[in-house]
């Protein structure tokens, strides 16, 4: 495996093997995110996805780019991927075989997510066009919060319908800091069997290593008010 470029993390003699994370950390259940957490291809629940038997072979992963569908678009790109990648400690990755840019589809649409890990597989999913997401039920507290933590904005065009909108700078950060780390941290937990604690631990680790490590809201305050200093 080659050598990966290292940035100042928190923590980073931290071993995804160890303690259980506590119930403290927060919870955040997406509108938009399905993530099954056995490595076993037999598992109950199979998306409708392309299943990638594990190698272990400890080679470097690859990156499968598929079509987005008519009015979807991938949202970063595979560059962006490894070049986020290759800022994390090298044995984060070594479980990593491939990451899938996913195609969607309207049996998929039945179930939207934002992203998956499914083996030693990681599903990136496409964003709509518009950058413009419409739910027609209230959204939970945390989705909101954690949408704008990137720089998602929230409205409401109509009295039953709520819409978050995304910059292409925000939505790009909420999927290399967050949604691929986030995944990220269901491969490597193998200590976490029920969906609870396993969605905890990959909450905590999105937080510690994707969203602190990218400056977390210091570092977004800074760019908001250089925005507004230029206008």
Not at 147 to 171: C, H, N, Q, V
Request: charged share 30%; with cysteine.
């Amino acid at each position: 495996m080659k050598s990966r470029r290292q940035m100042p993390l928190r923590n980073t003699n931290y071993q995804p093997r160890g303690p259980i994370v506590p119930s403290s950390v927060p919870l955040s259940k997406r509108a938009r995110r399905l993530q099954l957490g056995s490595r076993d291809a037999k598992a109950p629940f199979a998306p409708p996805e392309d299943w990638h038997e594990p190698t272990e072979n400890g080679g470097d992963y690859r990156i499968i780019v598929q079509s987005p569908g008519e009015g979807y678009r991938h949202v970063v790109s595979p560059q962006q991927v490894r070049e986020r990648l290759d800022q994390l400690p090298e044995h984060f990755l070594r479980g990593l075989e491939v990451i899938q840019f996913s195609r969607m589809t309207r049996k998929k649409m039945s179930f939207p997510c934002y992203g998956m890990q499914w083996g030693a597989t990681l599903y990136l999913y496409p964003l709509e066009e518009t950058r413009e997401e419409v739910f027609h039920c209230p959204p939970r507290p945390e989705t909101v919060n954690e949408a704008k933590m990137y720089g998602g904005r929230w409205d409401r065009p109509t009295s039953r319908s709520w819409r978050l909108t995304w910059s292409e700078e925000a939505i790009q950060d909420f999927y290399l800091n967050n949604i691929l780390i986030h995944e990220l941290g269901h491969l490597l937990d193998d200590r976490n069997s029920g969906y609870t604690d396993r969605e905890r631990y990959a909450e905590w680790f999105a937080i510690e290593y994707g969203y602190l490590a990218s400056g977390g809201r210091e570092a977004r305050r800074r760019q908001v008010r250089r925005r507004h200093h230029s206008s």
